[in-house]
């Protein structure tokens, strides 16, 4: 009986928190993703910005396991910025306009603006469980 109490702690799953960085250069869109993300328990926002520079310095500073950016900053960043990090993040991309991109990375997730809360807590939740099958 006391060895299945212990049992119990020994193989409780750890709850998985992403380190979330968000980016648009629009500032609407940016609150608006911002408050999103806050509604998911499983995401800890560690940046925000609507400036391209400080968004590029900040994904290599910080190191996020999520990146939810615009298509505008995406664009100009060096893409082994994001695949050569300790934490490979997975990114969403949120685009004005119908995103293309030769892409073969199973990480990402293109939605189009206007951006639906249930989109990304969708994606949120996928990327979860992926990171939770990988460990």
Known sequence: MIWAKYKKNFTKKKKIVLDTLIADTNKYYLNRLKNIVELHP??????KSSEKEETIKNIFKLDPDLIIIDDEIYKTVDKDLFYNSKTKPSIIICSKTFYSE???????????KPILKEEIIEAVNKIIKKKSSNK
Do not use: D, E, H
Request: no cysteine; glycine share 0%.
């Open 42 to 47: 499983s995401v800890n926002l560690i940046f």
């Open 102 to 112: 030769n892409n073969n990375s199973q990480n990402n997730y293109i939605f189009l």
